[in-house]
C-alpha cells in the first residue's frame, strides 16, 4: 500500500516499486479477432511489478459483432459480480437476505462509482462507473459478511462470437501461459453447452495465442457465466469472507473492553448476520482516558465489518470504588461483571437487541471459570452469547490479527477492572454469598447513574484519535490502517 489511512489522514508509507511492463501489441490477436471497424482501444500498461495480474480487464473494449444485417457495435462493460454462499440456503427468508447483502455491498463501496443492477440468477450483478478502481473495491468487499466469492466481470450480448472476440481482447497480457474456460450456465436454453462453450472459446484462446489448456491449475481461468440475458466473463475471482449478511439474524450488544478478546467475539456475531452495538465500561476519572480511546478505535475498525459506529461509553469508576470499600476484595471482579451486565441489558432493551455477547472464554482467567460464568449469567435476563468460549488465546489472537484489531488491543491502556482487580480473585464464586453482598448495596441506584453518565459517540464522527494518544507507537497504529 502507498499510502496508509488512518482517520482520513493519509500517510504515506514507503512507495511500492513500479516497474513497467512492455505493453503487449493486439497483433497477435488481431486475426483472430477479424474485426471491421474501429479496432480494439490498446489498453494502458499499468501494471504493478512486472508481471500482469489474472484479473487485469483494462479498458471497455469496442468492437463489431455478427455479419449482415445483424451486424452490431458493441461494447464490453465492466461489472462486478457478487456470489453468495449460505445466504442462498434460507427458504423462503432468501430474498431478504439477498436484499440484505445487496444493500450492505451498496452502503460499503459507497462513492466508488459503483451502481447495483438487478438481481440475477443467483448473483449480485454492479455495473461499474469509469471512475471505479479496482484497488479500492476489492479490500471492502473482503469485509462485507455473505459474500462468497466476488469477481471483476465484463458483459457480452447472449453471442458466442461476441464472447469469443471480447474474451480475446480482455486476456490478460502474457507471452506463455495455461488456461481453462470454465463456462457456467444459468440459462440452460442457450443453445450451446457448458462444455461446447469451454471447447470452442478454449479452441478459439489456444489459435490466437499458442497457451495450453491445463484444466487442474490454469495460469488464467476463464471464467463464463452465461445469464437470462447475458454473458459475464472473468479471469480471477477472489473469496469473500463468508458467513451471513449483517443485519439479517437481529441485533446484539457486545460488551466491548479495550482487551483482545471482546472485538473477535464482535466479529463473529457479526459473521453470523448480527448487527452489533458495542457497550464500553471505563474507569475515568479515576484512569485515563486510554480505555476509553482503545474501544473508540477498535470499534471503528468494527464498523469496517458492519458493526454500528455508536458505542456506548459508560463510566463506573466511581461505583467501582464504592464496591471497593464496602465488599471482600476477592468477589470484585465477580461484581464489576455483575455491574456491566445490568447496565448493557438496560442498553440492549433500550436498542431492541435481543442478546448479551461477551469475549469470555472458559478458564481463560479467574474471572472465567464455570462457577463464574454461572454466577455473572445468574443476573441476566437475556441471554448471555459467548461465540469465543472454546477458543484458545493463541487461535483468538490470530483472529484478532485477521480482523484487524490486534494492533490496537496491544495498546497499553488501564481497564476499568485491572485498577481495581484483586490479587487473588474468587474462582468459584457461590450465587448465594454473592447476592448476599449484593443486598446490602445500592444495584438499582448504581444502573441508573451509570446509565445517566453513559454517553453514546459516534465513532465515525468522534474527534478521538490514537494517533495522538500514543505518538511513540505511530508503527503500531498503521499496521492497523
Ligand atoms: P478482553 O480481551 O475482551 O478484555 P479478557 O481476557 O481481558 O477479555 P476479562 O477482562 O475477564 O477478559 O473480560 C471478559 C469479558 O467481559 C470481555 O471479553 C468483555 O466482553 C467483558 N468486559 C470486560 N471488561 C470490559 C469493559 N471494560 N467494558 C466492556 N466489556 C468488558
Ligand atoms: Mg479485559
Not at 455479419?67 to 464490453?76: D, Y
Not at 440475458?229 to 450488544?253: A, C, M, Q, R, W
Not at 468460549?389 to 490479527?401: F, L, S
Request: aromatic share 8%; glycine share 8%.
Amino acid at each position: 500500500m502507498a499510502h496508509r489511512r488512518w482517520n482520513g489522514i493519509e500517510y504515506s508509507g514507503r512507495e511500492r516499486r513500479r516497474q513497467t511492463y512492455p505493453p503487449r501489441l493486439y497483433s497477435q490477436f488481431l486475426p483472430a479477432l477479424s474485426l471491421i471497424g474501429p479496432s480494439p482501444i490498446p489498453r494502458p500498461a499499468k501494471f504493478d511489478g512486472g508481471m500482469p495480474s489474472v484479473d487485469d480487464g483494462g479498458e471497455a473494449i469496442r468492437m463489431w459483432v455478427g455479419e449482415g444485417q445483424r451486424r452490431t457495435f458493441m461494447s464490453t462493460e465492466a461489472y462486478l459480480i457478487v456470489h453468495y454462499g449460505e445466504v442462498g440456503t434460507k427458504g423462503q427468508n432468501r430474498p431478504r437476505f439477498i436484499r440484505a447483502l445487496a444493500r450492505n455491498v451498496a452502503q460499503r463501496l459507497e462513492g466508488l462509482d459503483v451502481h447495483p443492477e438487478r438481481k440475477r440468477s443467483g448473483r449480485i450483478v454492479f455495473r461499474l462507473g469509469p471512475r471505479a478502481r479496482w484497488e479500492d473495491i476489492a479490500p471492502r468487499l473482503r469485509t462485507v459478511f455473505g459474500i462468497a466469492y466476488f469477481a471483476r466481470a465484463w458483459r457480452v450480448p447472449l453471442d458466442m462470437e461476441a464472447l469469443e472476440k471480447a474474451v480475446l481482447a480482455h486476456l490478460p497480457r502474457r507471452e506463455h501461459a495455461t488456461f481453462a474456460v470454465r463456462a457456467r450456465r444459468a440459462h440452460k436454453g442457450f443453445p450451446l453447452t457448458s462444455a461446447d462453450i469451454n471447447r470452442r472459446l478454449g479452441g478459439a484462446i489456444a489459435r490466437a495465442t499458442g497457451w495450453q489448456v491445463n484444466l487442474d491449475s490454469p495460469d488464467v481461468p476463464i471464467h463464463v457465466e452465461v445469464l437470462f440475458n447475458e454473458i459475464f466473463f472473468y479471469f480471477h475471482k477472489e473469496p469473500g469472507p463468508g458467513g451471513l449478511p449483517v443485519g439479517v439474524s437481529g441485533k446484539v450488544v457486545n460488551l466491548l473492553s479495550g482487551g483482545i478478546d471482546s472485538p473477535v467475539a464482535a466479529w463473529r456475531m457479526l459473521k453470523r448476520g448480527c448487527e452489533v452495538i458495542n457497550v464500553h465500561f471505563h474507569g475515568q476519572p479515576l484512569v485515563t482516558q486510554a480505555s476509553e480511546v482503545k474501544a473508540i478505535e477498535i470499534t471503528r475498525v468494527l464498523t469496517e465489518w458492519g458493526a454500528s459506529p455508536r458505542l456506548y461509553s459508560v463510566p463506573i469508576g466511581a461505583i467501582q470504588a464504592e464496591i471497593m470499600k464496602t465488599t471482600p476484595p476477592a468477589y470484585r471482579v465477580v461484581l464489576y461483571r455483575r455491574l456491566m451486565i445490568r447496565v448493557a441489558q438496560e442498553i440492549a432493551r433500550r436498542e431492541g437487541a435481543l442478546a448479551l455477547v461477551t469475549g469470555e472464554s472458559v478458564g481463560q482467567v479467574a474471572s472465567q471459570t464455570l462457577h463464574n460464568l454461572y454466577v455473572i449469567n445468574a443476573v441476566a435476563e437475556l441471554p448471555i452469547l459467548r461465540p469465543l468460549i472454546g477458543m484458545d488465546k493463541a487461535e483468538i489472537i490470530a483472529q484478532a490479527e485477521q480482523v484487524g484489531t490486534l494492533a490496537l488491543s496491544s495498546l497499553p491502556g488501564e481497564d476499568c477492572c485491572t485498577l481495581f482487580t484483586p490479587k487473588h480473585p474468587v474462582t468459584a464464586a457461590k450465587l448465594s454469598e454473592v447476592e448476599a453482598i449484593e443486598a446490602q448495596q445500592p444495584w438499582e441506584e448504581w444502573v441508573t447513574q451509570a446509565l445517566t453518565r453513559t454517553q453514546v459517540i459516534d465513532v465515525h464522527t468522534s474527534p478521538v484519535d490514537a494517533l495522538q494518544f500514543w505518538p511513540d507507537r505511530i508503527d503500531q497504529l498503521l499496521k492497523v490502517g
